[in-house]
């Protein structure tokens, strides 16, 4: 038998799924798993913690690179993807370290920094 093409394949899945009555929402399935207990998000995420601290330096060199480029008086900041909190704080934290850093260096005046913290509806950022 020739195999659908994947466009297809998903369609009939979704037919599939609405023929057994069950209406999956996506962004309620997918978000990680909340709160601070021993499955959840929070408890489980060292490894990417991890990589938020070794990425530093690259994240020092873009931040400082833009910030003397514009000398912007304001700035925002995205994090598509935020999940239930712990390290997109420390990522925040650290993009505040970086900037007030230069500031200093450079005799600026801090800019006005906005976070926008991303993720699905179900996601419970604490
Ligand atoms: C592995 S977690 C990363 C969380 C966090 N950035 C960190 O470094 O610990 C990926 C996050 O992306 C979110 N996500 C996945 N698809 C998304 C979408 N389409 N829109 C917004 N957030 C999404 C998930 O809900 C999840 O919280």
């Known amino acids: 038998m020739v195999p659908l093409p994947?466009?297809?394949r998903l369609q009939q899945v979704i037919r599939k799924i609405r023929g057994v009555g069950m209406v999956i929402k996506v962004e309620r399935v997918l978000h990680m798993v909340g709160g601070g207990g021993e499955t959840s998000y929070a408890t489980n995420s060292r490894l990417q913690e991890k990589a938020i601290y070794r990425t530093k330096p690259i994240l020092e060199i873009?931040?400082?690179?833009?910030?003397?480029t514009l000398l912007p008086e304001k700035m925002v900041v995205?994090?598509?993807?935020?999940?239930?909190g712990p390290n997109t704080f420390l990522v925040v934290s650290e993009v505040l370290g970086i900037v007030g850093?230069?500031?200093r260096?450079?005799?600026?005046?801090?800019p006005e920094i906005q976070f926008f913290l991303n993720d699905l509806p179900g996601n419970d950022l604490q």
């Not at 873009?62 to 003397?68: D, H, K, L, T």
């Open 78 to 84: 995205v994090d598509l993807g935020c999940s239930s």
């Open 62 to 68: 873009a931040v400082a690179e833009m910030y003397r």
């Open 105 to 110: 260096r450079l005799e600026q005046k801090p």
């Open 101 to 103: 850093d230069l500031c």
């Open 6 to 8: 994947k466009a297809q």
